[in-house]
Structure formats: C-alpha cells, structure tokens
C-alpha cells in the first residue's frame, strides 16, 4: 500500500528552465512534507520541508507547494542547473506521539531529474 | 568531518553468516534511524531509537537487531542472512524535527 506516490519515474529539463517534481499522497494524517536529493552511490540529502498548515515553503531556488484537498505536493527548482541532476524522493510523516521527538518517514520511489546543459 | 557514517560502504557474504553494520552521528541528534532501500527503490523504515530506547520497531525479521551503545552510535546486527537481505541500509539521524540527516548508505549484497 503505497502513501506516498510519485508516479513520474524521471523528467528531463534544459538548465535555466523550472523543473517541476510531483508527488500525490494517501494519508490525510500526515503531518510534514519533505523533500530530498539523492545522488548516486551517496545518502538522501534533505532539501526543503513544508508543515501541513501551510501551503508553500520557499528556500533560495526551492519552492515547494502543498494543495492538501488534492492531496498533492510539488517541488519547483527555478532555475534548474546541471547539478540538480539527481533523484528526487518526497516524504510524509506524522507528528510523533506527545512528548516524542521521533518521526517515520515515508517515501515515495523517487523521481530521476536530468537537467541539460 | 562527516556528519552520519557508517562501515562499511560494501558488504559481500554468503547466506547464512552473521553480519554487522555500523552507524555513527556527529550531529549531537536523540534519535537514530535504519532504513532498507530494495531492489525497487522504496526506502522503508525499519527501526528508530531515541536516547537508546527503541521506539519504532517496523515488521523486520527477528533475525534483524538493532543496538545503542550510546545516543551517538546505532548498530545493525543480521543473524542467518538470506538472499533477500541484499539491499542499501541507510543510517539516519534526527533532533527533534522532521527532518532527517542521511548516511551514505551500505550496500549488502548476500551470495
């Protein structure tokens, strides 16, 4: 039972033009979004966040958008150069329970972005 | 001065053996995470420890056990590897947000 989809296996961009990363989710109980990168051979590197009570969260060239009645969350990536050429995985989690500080990432299968020069 | 590591990156045995993966985090964080990503892609959470407790223990085989030494260090011991245990183990670490901070992963591959 996936909860967190991301049904594009892979996109390709020219540099300097917005990449646009989707993902759909199951779980209304979700608490937190988050998305990370995740190049070859190497860990996932977290990238942006975004809480529920918000609907966009925005850090230097990230933006991510959240539409909680659709479900659906985005990454946008403007401009998009060479090295955001990785793969890219959302994540949902709930808050953990009172007083906890440990939180269950769950995430999609990643979406592998080309960006060309 | 790497932040999450873990030993070692490449782990090639048989099925049957006993085998250990080791993860340690500068990062100062109270909670550690194991994640297994298999042969589809999916990284999947497998056990959390906050302040050395145990806190999340998803369905993984008794045959996996985690340990704490301490806050800074969360191990992962394989009893009787099987076929189906070859995947990249991810270590990871958190301090009272959501988000999570990634080891470079090891590769376990069971022949």
């Not at chain 1, 969350?73 to 007083?99: E, K, M």
């Amino acid at each position: 039972d996936q909860q967190v989809k991301q049904n594009s296996p892979s996109l390709s961009v020219q540099e300097g033009r917005i990449s646009i990363l989707n993902c759909d989710y199951t779980n209304s109980m979700f608490d937190y979004f988050l998305w990370y990168k995740k190049y070859p051979a190497e860990g996932p590197t977290f990238l942006i966040s975004i809480s529920s009570i918000k609907d966009k969260n925005e850090d230097g060239r990230f933006t991510v958008f959240l539409n909680k009645s659709a479900k659906h969350l985005s990454l946008h990536i403007v401009p998009s150069q060479p090295g955001d050429s990785a793969v890219y995985f959302c994540a949902a989690s709930r808050a953990p329970n009172s007083g906890g500080s440990n939180y269950k990432l769950t995430f999609g299968k990643g979406t592998l972005l080309t960006v060309n020069p | 001065d790497t932040a999450v590591s873990q030993t070692p990156k490449y782990l090639v045995t048989q099925m049957g053996n006993d085998k250990s993966i080791k993860c340690e985090q500068n990062l100062g964080h109270d909670t550690m995470y194991w994640y297994k990503q298999d042969s589809k892609k999916f990284l999947k959470i497998m056990f959390s420890y906050n302040n050395k407790e145990l806190i999340i223990n998803e369905t993984v085989p008794n045959r996996f056990s985690p340990k704490s030494p301490d806050k800074a260090h969360l191990n992962l011991h394989i009893n009787s590897l099987e076929l189906g245990d070859s995947a990249v183990y991810f270590c990871a670490s958190s301090h009272r947000k959501v988000e999570q901070y990634f080891g470079p992963g090891t590769r376990l591959t069971v022949t």
